[in-house]
């Protein structure tokens, strides 16, 4: 049982650079979003979908973008990598977008020089 | 917009003993959700409990147990007979039930050291 599988696990970038993240789930939940995780800071939202064709915005989108052609997948794009995109990046799926709890994917660790 | 506090960066526990994490929430709604996750060293984010704000009664989960105070907006993790395994950051998290609000909010972390 697979779940939510992020790749890759750890990524050295220069700045300027440009990176997809890979996130996929085997759950078939209607909802994906991806967090990105800063000491002391929690999790919080770059961007979310709540069904295939369908994305939107959360907390801190700048420099990020994503599109869910299918179910199952929900890449994260990182248009031109600066440092302050240096994080763990999480992927996280549930069955609806308002109930239940998030499952997670293993996380990546991203550096930009 | 919802907040979520944990107002203890770190706290330390001796094996087999209890300790008890804090977490208050700032909410205008009356039916969401609220989560404890955990996250150990190895990055993974493990539910740990969860709480629907319509039920009274605390959740359960072997050792771990919440204490949910809705009106005060509180909502803290009891981990009694606490083992090795439980030194983790452990974040607190809240989810609204409405649709088109479906954002989960986290605080900032709470590290546990279990001392042997």
């Known amino acids: 049982n697979a779940g939510v599988t992020q790749t890759p696990k750890f990524q050295v970038l220069k700045t300027g650079q440009s990176m997809t993240l890979q996130c996929a789930q085997d759950?078939?939940?209607?909802?994906m979003s991806w967090y990105r995780q800063d000491p002391g800071m929690g999790l919080r939202l770059i961007h979310y979908?709540?069904?295939?064709?369908?994305?939107d915005q959360g907390e801190v989108p700048n420099g990020y973008n994503v599109s869910r052609s299918t179910t199952e997948d929900f890449p994260l794009r990182l248009l031109s990598a600066a440092p302050s995109q240096t994080s763990v990046y999480f992927c996280?799926?549930?069955?609806?977008?308002?109930?239940?709890?998030?499952?997670f994917g293993e996380g990546s660790r991203l550096t930009v020089l | 917009a919802q907040t979520v506090t944990q107002s203890q960066p770190e706290m330390s526990v001796q094996e087999a003993e209890t300790v008890t994490l804090s977490c208050t929430y700032d909410?205008?709604?009356?039916?969401?959700?609220l989560f404890w996750y955990k996250q150990p060293p190895s990055r993974q984010m493990i539910l740990v409990i969860r709480?629907?704000?319509?039920?009274?009664q605390n959740a359960t989960e072997n050792r771990f147990s919440v204490n949910f105070q809705k009106a005060a907006k509180s909502f803290s993790l009891k981990i009694s007979d606490s083992q090795l395994g439980d030194a983790a950051m452990y974040f607190c998290?809240?989810?609204?039930?409405?649709?088109?609000?479906?954002?989960?909010?986290f605080g900032a972390g709470t590290r546990l050291t279990v001392k042997p």
């Open positions: 759950m078939n939940h209607e909802y």
């Open positions: 909410t205008s709604e009356s039916d969401y959700y």
């Open positions: 998290a809240y989810r609204s039930s409405y649709l088109g609000d479906n954002d989960m909010r």
């Open positions: 709480q629907e704000a319509y039920k009274q």
């Open positions: 979908s709540v069904g295939a064709g369908i994305t």
């Open positions: 996280a799926s549930s069955y609806s977008p308002s109930t239940g709890e998030l499952f």
